[in-house]
């Protein structure tokens, strides 16, 4: 059950997104900064992403019709200008991700400064426009981070879990809407197997891993909620488990019941409704503390 489900667009029973974070080899540069560039299995692993999985995701939305977010550190987009420029030109939108995947809790708020506007930078002038939306590296927002969204204009976050269904977060700075993610519909634990970042997952066949967000989905639809999938390219991007998402992807793109968009298209249809007074969002208020508990 969903207290408070939103009505979507012409009767949707659930909005869905298939977010991908294309992180590519940010992961190995940031996690290993002095030998790095000589770490050639991790940066392949990575680049696979941009390079190979992106195009066959992209040639699937194509058929599909479909069109869904990404999101993209600076770096990468700077790295991978052919995959900046494919994801745009299908009509798909690129959200802020960090400028090389740094977490922002263990930097300090006049590091996270720096790295966010550069990172910011980077995206106007590879996209003519500021994103609307963020994701944390790792999920790991702080409150530095949403008053930085806030002071520049952000629409959405998608770091944070505190609802099924989006939400939004108050500040006395101002407010943004918040897309949950969670674990549940996350791909790295089924299947990143990567020691040089500290994560040796026991990968899942294909469809084993996969049905952890496919459950997630049924559930979502049956509450008449929201389902969003957190996938990286270079996990799920891969040829065997790609072929199950696009066999699932064909089913229920057929039910016209659920609506796939971008996360930027889903927070403004929110928005809208807020706006017009007839649906009444639920709201958390920021901070949540501002010192240690104990």
Request: proline share 8%; glycine share 8%.
């Amino acid at each position: 059950m969903i207290r408070n489900p939103i009505p979507w667009p012409n009767g949707a029973r659930c909005a869905c997104a298939i977010t991908f974070d294309v992180d590519a080899d940010s992961l190995i540069h940031i996690a290993r900064p002095k030998d790095s560039f000589d770490r050639l299995y991790p940066i392949t692993m990575g680049r696979y992403g941009p390079t190979v999985g992106v195009p066959r995701i992209l040639q699937t939305y194509r058929r599909l019709g479909l069109k869904q977010s990404f999101f993209m550190p600076a770096w990468t987009m700077q790295r991978y200008p052919d995959a900046v420029e494919a994801i745009l030109g299908d009509g798909h939108e690129i959200g802020h991700h960090g400028y090389i995947h740094e977490d922002p809790t263990e930097i300090s708020s006049a590091e996270q400064r720096v790295a966010f506007e550069r990172a910011l930078g980077v995206h106007v002038a590879m996209t003519g426009r500021k994103p609307r939306g963020y994701r944390a590296p790792v999920y790991n927002a702080n409150q530095t981070t949403i008053d930085l969204l806030i002071e520049h204009g952000f629409v959405y976050d998608s770091s944070l879990m505190a609802d099924d269904i989006p939400y939004l977060m108050r500040t006395a700075r101002g407010s943004l809407y918040e897309m949950p993610p969670h674990w549940g519909s996350d791909d790295w634990p089924p299947f990143a197997h990567y020691a040089e970042i500290g994560y040796m997952m026991p990968v899942k066949a294909p469809s084993e891993g996969l049905a952890a967000s496919f459950e997630e989905f049924e559930a979502a639809y049956e509450a008449g909620g929201f389902w969003m999938g957190i996938w990286h390219p270079f996990l799920t991007g891969r040829l065997a488990r790609w072929r199950v998402v696009e066999r699932w992807l064909e089913r229920i793109v057929a039910d016209d019941k659920v609506w796939f968009a971008p996360l930027e298209d889903i927070a403004a249809h929110i928005d809208g409704l807020v706006k017009a007074g007839t649906y009444q969002v639920r709201t958390e208020t920021l901070p949540y503390f501002t010192q240690p508990v104990s």
